[in-house]
């Protein structure tokens, strides 16, 4: 599909089903990317679950509390059209029922943990080993899966509030958690991040939205232009776990400090972590000066998102395990390379290397971390 007609397309299917639900309903029931809220309300393990939508009058952002989970984000175009830029489904059935990340909150920790063991203070701790003999996202019932308490402050901010139990998925401590999403004036998506605990713990939070700036979920994002301000990355092996020391990028296909496609890298067919990644999924360690740390451009829809963390590194993953088996919203099907991944983070597996920073939380402190995405046109 013709990557211009379909926002056209899809424009005018939302407009007919919003001009269709208005002489049904006083009450607005439908967003501006075509999701309906009663599609969204259940209760699971007695908690009551729905869908928010957030609106600054230029984009606007749909988030479920299962699993903090951003829905739909609807950025303009080079033209004014808003196209949604994130996968997803339209109804919480596919959310529980089809595993997946799409748009989740994750914790406790994001990325992999080797054999799913760590210790602090010479205690050992096991927890899930659901990723080749590896605890990747905190375990098979990690914070995607929970029902997040949700209180929207204002028409442009959520607050969600998460209590994680002494022992759940094998993690110590008492961990109460806060994640904040707010739409700015100027275009900007920011989550803020806080946790404490009762009990010394690992805490490592990422969003996992998996982002397709066309806005067309039918077309690759191997033509997007990469920008990431990393002048090394963390190699793996063939399970995804960290081999060694940070590796310099300069002269690999890893390079992306001067932007280049997706396409270019995924080229080099003689690179062995190419291999091992099935493509990128690999951590990059930000060059992290408090200016925008990655940049991604769709020179189709011209639209182009920035990114602002505190966080060390970022995971960049080229979308290698989406293999069109999996039913997403208007009831696209999702094909490899149909998004990218940019998660903000701590290193993988970074209880294991000490001299990496360090996700250790104790009492009476407190975890916080801010990453912001923005978005322009040209």
């Known amino acids: ?7 056209v397309i899809m424009s005018v299917l939302i407009l007919v089903t919003l001009i269709i639900s208005g002489c049904c309903s006083k009450n607005p029931t439908i967003t501006l990317s075509g999701l309906d809220y009663s599609d969204f309300d259940t ?16 984009m606007e952002v749909c988030i479920t509390n299962y699993g903090g989970r951003i829905v739909s ?6 033209d004014g059209a808003l196209r949604d830029v994130v996968l997803g489904h339209d109804n919480i059935r596919d959310y529980i029922n089809i595993d997946g990340n799409f748009g989740a909150i994750i914790g406790r920790y994001g990325n992999r943990i080797n054999h799913g063991r760590f210790k602090i203070d010479s205690i050992e701790y096991q927890l899930p080993q659901n990723n080749y003999g590896h605890c990747l996202h905190g375990g098979q019932k990690g914070f995607h899966h929970s029902v997040w308490n949700a209180s929207q402050i ?3 901010s959520l607050v969600l509030k998460l209590h994680s139990p002494d022992g759940e998925a094998g993690f110590p401590g008492n961990l109460d958690v806060v994640v904040t999403y707010t739409l700015t004036s100027n275009n900007s998506l920011e989550i803020d991040y806080k946790a404490t605990t009762d009990k010394p713990t690992i805490v490592n939070l990422t969003n996992h939205s998996y982002f397709n700036l066309s806005g067309d979920p039918m077309c690759s994002i191997l033509d997007e232009i990469v920008t990431l301000q990393a002048s090394s990355y963390i190699p793996i092996d063939s399970t995804f776990i960290p081999i060694g020391n940070l590796v310099e990028i300069s002269g690999t296909p890893f390079d992306f400090r001067t932007g280049r496609t997706i396409a270019d890298t995924l080229g080099d067919e003689t690179e062995e972590q190419l291999r091992n990644g099935h493509g990128i999924d690999h951590n990059f360690v930000l060059d992290n000066d408090g200016s925008a740390i990655a940049t991604v451009h769709d020179s ?8 602002i ?15 069109g088996t999996i039913r997403g919203k208007k009831g696209f099907y999702y094909a490899k390379r149909s998004a990218l991944c940019l998660e903000t983070q701590h290193f993988p597996d970074s209880p294991n290397h000490k001299e990496w ?3 250790l939380l104790n009492p009476n402190e407190q975890y916080h971390t801010k990453t912001v995405y923005s978005f322009s046109a040209k």
């Open 43 to 58: 209760v699971i393990n007695g908690k009551n679950v729905s869908l928010y939508t957030l609106s600054n009058g230029d």
């Open 1 to 7: 599909m013709n990557k211009h007609l379909y926002p």
């Open 73 to 78: 984000f609807m950025v303009p175009d080079r």
């Open 154 to 156: 204002s028409d442009s």
């Open 300 to 307: 189709y829809s011209g639209i182009v998102m920035s990114i």
């Open 309 to 323: 963390t505190d966080q060390p590194g970022i995971q960049f993953y080229t979308g290698n395990f989406l293999d």
């Open 357 to 359: 920073p360090s996700t």
